[in-house]
């Protein structure tokens, strides 16, 4: 048995931060919060989160257990409710539906069958320069690069972080100084490039949602972007893949 009662824009963040990746989710049920880890088709993208219980108004969750989550559904559920609005969430493995109430408005959405989901995996990476950069810089990158290019490289050392996105006759280049990120901690040079659309819907989930992403980069290695909202109680982690740049 689970019940929750969650502000409608928390579950809304979660959901869409994992639906840009992939339809079908599997999400573990437990006493401390809800968990969820997935990686797109492509293996390009991978998003591991944290939904803790503190997050909710009410939570119970009697036995810890999995249920597969049709995102497209739950989404177009979602969408009747206001920012604000108050989201009850009820699990039953008798019932085997999840039970979305939103006002006077109840859906039963069916579950998916988790035994063919597969378990995933973080990848152990030595990544050697962490850097909090400002969310609003970020996008702002991302939007001037998306009208050029379709890849952005992401270049840090001991002085700042750059963004850097090449086009046929352009360039677009994000230049922060030391004094100008939240912080910064690279002992060496450090340079890789990314697929733009994939950087683009992992930093639209983070804008107007946390003022600060910390990034974790190395030399042509997939790149660990980190974000927390209401009070450090949801916790959303992406991992991306480099494209590797031709000689």
């Keep these: 048995m689970f019940q929750g009662k969650i502000k409608a824009d928390f579950i809304k963040t979660i959901i869409d931060a994992t639906a840009i990746l992939v339809d079908e989710a599997k999400f573990r049920l437990t006493g401390d919060g809800i968990y969820g880890r997935t990686v797109d088709p492509a293996h390009v993208g991978m998003i591991d989160f944290k939904l803790n219980k503190e997050a909710f108004d009410e939570y119970n969750c009697q036995e810890e257990t ?28 008798d019932e085997g539906r999840l039970i979305v109430t939103i006002g006077n408005l109840k859906r039963k959405l069916a579950l998916l069958d988790t035994t063919e989901m597969a378990d995933t995996k973080i990848p152990s990476l030595d990544l050697p320069a962490e850097i909090v950069v400002p969310t609003v810089e970020l996008w702002q990158a991302i939007r001037a690069a998306e009208a050029i290019s379709d890849h952005i490289t992401l270049i840090a050392d001991k002085d700042g972080f750059q963004m850097i996105a090449e086009g046929d006759t352009d360039v677009v280049e994000l230049k922060l100084s030391k004094e100008q990120l939240y912080s910064l901690k690279c002992e060496e040079r450090v340079r890789s490039m990314f697929p733009l659309d994939y950087l683009s819907d992992m930093i639209k989930v983070a804008r107007g949602k946390s003022d600060e992403i910390t990034i974790n980069l190395g030399n042509d290695y997939p790149v660990r972007l980190s974000f927390e909202m209401a009070g450090g109680y949801i916790k959303i982690v992406y991992l991306l893949a480099p494209r590797i740049e031709s000689e």
Aim: hydrophobic share 40%; aromatic share 4%.
């Design 66 to 93: 999995e249920i597969g989550v049709d995102l497209d559904k739950l989404k177009s559920t979602l969408k009747i409710a206001a920012s604000e609005d108050l989201v009850n969430l009820e699990y039953n493995k």
